[in-house]
């Protein structure tokens, strides 16, 4: 597959057509897979046309997203954080860069190399993203601010240019006298800002009385799915760390469409080839969405994640097409912190954290400026509704001294996400799950079943006491089909919880009349 990003390949995804239509669906097996998550546009009502500059932004931005998470994949566990957000601390803290140090960060963050003209262009973009958001089934807000030491000499320039330009309110701070006060009037903006699911980003010690500026973005996102997720499907089931290990987590459950003929109609844009799957799920009319890669193997994230790039994801975006599926999604809560001084600094940006090499003299005209720290913070929650997300960055600079139709797609391992706005193709945020669960990754002892037959009379019992587990039978392993045990009718006796079986042991046991064909069972976690 073609991972080259060509010019035009992000413009190209604002402008698919993607109104959906209904499709029939064959049912298929259950393939177990890893998830690699992509946000990105749902249907375009309309083509959007935007600059040249906006487009080539979009583009830089992209591509410092998917290296960014490269760099933070190499590190275990769950992944969060808004490449938007950085980009727009950055974008203000690179109108005072000068000399090689904005060199080095036009490369890494892909920012135009006329900065005039660039913060322009970031400004054009900020708007472009925030218009026709703020709907009943979609909020975003996005939020810039400076905090500037009172009496030093920032050039008016620069501070115009925070203030026209990137909309960022500038707040004058005595961080020589009290430092700790302004770290927590910046907590608080933040918190604030992103309704209070960003907290205490900035850690005590890390603003002193050298620090002259602090710059900081925010940015909040609250959308509804399109089509919600019944919370009367979501169950308690495996979710697989690896080809090994398990955990218990709330999946959701999105059944197909022929199973409610009222809603046909109600198809999703798919694609799939031998090593993945691809699904997106839009958000409330079709302002933005969420597209998923999941591979075949249950192991695969880590290839997968080799082969992320703007044209890899931009080739997948336009192989797909309408079709109806379901859906399994787990239902998750994720939050994540980085210092991001050491990780930019090796991406290609050493000179704006070395002290005599940076050169930020566009913010006072003097030499005496570095970056002394860049944090971010991220949190995100998906469940039955919707998604809910919101980050914030901060950096501080300091004076020197300082194919056929689908089969279910079961997202029950390890994924990959990004929130993408439909209108300029800008990632928003991005992140990484390979536990939802706040238990150990470890297997998960089950209780065993024990099957008597007595004549016509089946006996399903286990150990006692099984209090958090419930026995559930299906006529097949699809995956879809198990129920309960005691919602059905077929019971001679129900006794889930009692302590003494028709055999006197010490079981929990339940009866019922000998199935004629094939009947599977199960124990899963309550």
């Given at each position: 597959m073609n991972t080259e990003l060509r010019k035009g390949d992000i413009t190209n995804w604002t402008k698919r057509d993607m109104r959906l239509s209904?499709?029939?669906?064959?049912?298929?097996r259950t393939i177990l897979q890893t998830l690699l998550v992509i946000v990105s546009a749902c249907a375009a009502l309309r083509p959007i046309s935007l600059a040249a500059q906006v487009q080539d932004l979009v583009a830089g931005n992209t591509v410092f997203a998917l290296n960014l998470y490269a760099q933070l994949s190499t590190n275990s566990g769950n992944i969060f954080f808004s490449p938007h957000s950085i980009s727009a601390c950055m974008a203000m803290t690179y109108a005072g860069a000068r000399s090689n140090t904005a060199v080095q960060m036009s490369q890494i963050f892909g920012f135009d190399t006329n900065q005039e003209q660039f913060a322009s262009t970031f400004g054009q973009l900020q708007n472009e993203i925030e218009s026709d958001q703020q709907t009943n089934a979609i909020q975003l807000n996005i939020a810039n601010a400076l905090w500037t030491q009172v009496g030093f000499p920032f050039l008016p320039a620069f501070l115009e240019?925070?203030?026209?330009?990137?909309?960022?309110?500038?707040?004058?701070?005595?961080?020589?006298?009290?430092p700790a006060a302004v770290a927590q009037a910046i907590n608080d903006w933040v918190a604030q800002k992103t309704k209070h699911k960003i907290q205490n980003i900035v850690p005590p010690g890390d603003i002193n009385s050298r620090t002259r500026v602090v710059l900081a973005n925010a940015i909040?996102?609250?959308?509804?799915?399109?089509?919600?997720?019944?919370?009367?499907?979501?169950?308690?089931?495996?979710?697989?760390?690896?080809?090994?290990?398990?955990?218990?987590?709330?999946?959701?459950?999105?059944?197909?469409?022929?199973?409610?003929?009222?809603?046909?109609?109600?198809?999703?844009?798919?694609?799939?080839?031998?090593?993945?799957?691809?699904?997106?799920?839009?958000?409330?009319?079709?302002?933005?969405?969420?597209?998923?890669?999941?591979?075949?193997?249950?192991?695969?994230?880590?290839?997968?994640e080799q082969q992320l790039s703007p044209g890899f994801v931009s080739n997948v975006l336009a192989r797909m097409y309408p079709e109806e599926v379901e859906i399994f999604l787990?239902?998750?809560?994720?939050?994540?912190?980085?210092?991001?001084?050491?990780?930019?600094?090796?991406?290609?940006?050493?000179?704006?954290?070395?002290?005599?090499?940076?050169?930020?003299?566009?913010?006072?005209?003097?030499?005496?400026?570095?970056?002394?720290?860049?944090?971010?913070?991220?949190?995100?929650?998906?469940?039955?509704?919707?998604?809910?997300?919101?980050?914030?960055?901060?950096?501080?600079?300091?004076?020197?001294?300082?194919?056929?139709?689908?089969p279910p797609f079961r997202a029950d391992h390890p994924f990959v996400f990004l929130i993408r706005d439909t209108q300029t193709g800008n990632l928003l945020f991005l992140g990484r799950v390979t536990n939802p669960s706040k238990s150990p990754a470890n297997p998960v002892p089950v209780p065993g079943l024990t099957f008597r037959r007595p004549g016509n009379i089946l006996t399903v019992s286990w150990p006692y006491p099984s209090t958090p587990w419930t026995l559930q039978q299906s006529p097949d392993l699809s995956g879809s089909n198990w129920t309960s045990v005691a919602s059905r009718g077929a019971l001679l006796t129900q006794l889930p919880f009692s302590s003494i079986s028709a055999d006197g042991t010490n079981n929990n046991f339940i009866q019922m009349l000998a199935p004629a064909g094939n009947l599977f069972f199960r124990l899963i976690r309550q």
């Open positions: 209904w499709c029939p669906l064959q049912r298929r240019t925070a203030s026209n330009q990137y909309q960022a309110g500038v707040n004058q701070a005595d961080f020589t006298a009290n909040y996102f609250n959308g509804s799915w399109t089509y919600a997720f019944a919370e009367t499907n979501t169950s308690i089931q495996p979710f697989y760390v690896s080809s090994t290990n398990q955990v218990e987590v709330p999946l959701m459950h999105q059944p197909l469409v022929d199973l409610y003929p009222a809603q046909h109609g109600r198809a999703f844009n798919y694609m799939q080839t031998a090593d993945f799957q691809a699904l997106e799920l839009p958000y409330g009319s079709n302002q933005l969405s969420m597209v998923l890669l999941l591979p075949t193997r249950i192991d695969g994230l880590a290839q997968l787990p239902r998750f809560t994720n939050d994540s912190s980085f210092n991001l001084t050491t990780t930019l600094s090796q991406m290609g940006m050493p000179d704006a954290f070395t002290p005599g090499l940076a050169d930020f003299s566009g913010m006072d005209g003097m030499n005496d400026l570095f970056l002394s720290f860049v944090l971010h913070k991220a949190w995100v929650q998906v469940d039955e509704a919707g998604t809910e997300a919101a980050a914030a960055t901060v950096g501080g600079a300091t004076t020197s001294g300082f194919s056929p139709g689908p």
